[in-house]
């Protein structure tokens, strides 16, 4: 099993912002993997940088349709991406001084803070979509839930 499973929960339009969130999930898992098996420093660099890179080009393609949109929460949830951007930074600093804990580190934070921002601030644009109406849906598929 792998250590983060992707779930109906958290699909929010299947397609191009599910298609990124499975990319970074699959990130996280292979660098847990990694980990587990004594690795984590030799994949770590390259993870690390490809998914800040990854995650910012995300968040980047999510701000821009949660602006095409006009959705309400945009800065709250910007401020949100600009933390989480900060704190992958942080980590790759920790990683750059030689921390040896990183990996494991990497590999937790981003499991959480994928999960519950994909759970709660995601699902929140797929709400405003569904109150919004057909005109606003832009691609995004109606969820069953």
């Known amino acids: 099993m792998a250590y983060f499973e992707w779930a ?11 298609k990124d969130h499975r990319q970074l999930v699959d990130l996280v898992n292979e660098l ?7 690795r984590g420093q030799d994949v770590v660099a390259r993870i690390l940088d490809e998914l800040i ?11 821009q349709l949660m602006a095409s ?3 309400p929460n945009l ?8 933390k989480f951007i ?5 980590l790759h ?3 750059a001084a030689g921390s ?19 759970r709660r601030s995601d699902k929140e644009i797929l709400s405003f979509v569904k109150k919004s109406g057909p005109k606003s849906n832009l691609g995004l598929a109606h969820s069953k839930k």
């Open 8 to 18: 109906d929960d958290l699909v929010i339009d299947n397609g191009p912002i599910d």
């Open 32 to 38: 847990h993997t990694a980990t587990s098996q004594g």
């Open 53 to 63: 890179r990854y995650t910012v080009e995300h968040l980047q393609r999510e701000e």
């Open 69 to 71: 949109l006009n959705f």
């Open 75 to 82: 800065v709250q949830h910007k401020q949100g991406h600009d």
């Open 86 to 90: 900060e704190d992958l930074h942080g």
């Open 93 to 95: 600093k920790k990683y």
């Open 100 to 118: 040896f804990t990183v990996a494991s580190q990497l590999s937790t934070v981003l499991r959480d803070w994928l999960s519950l921002h994909i």
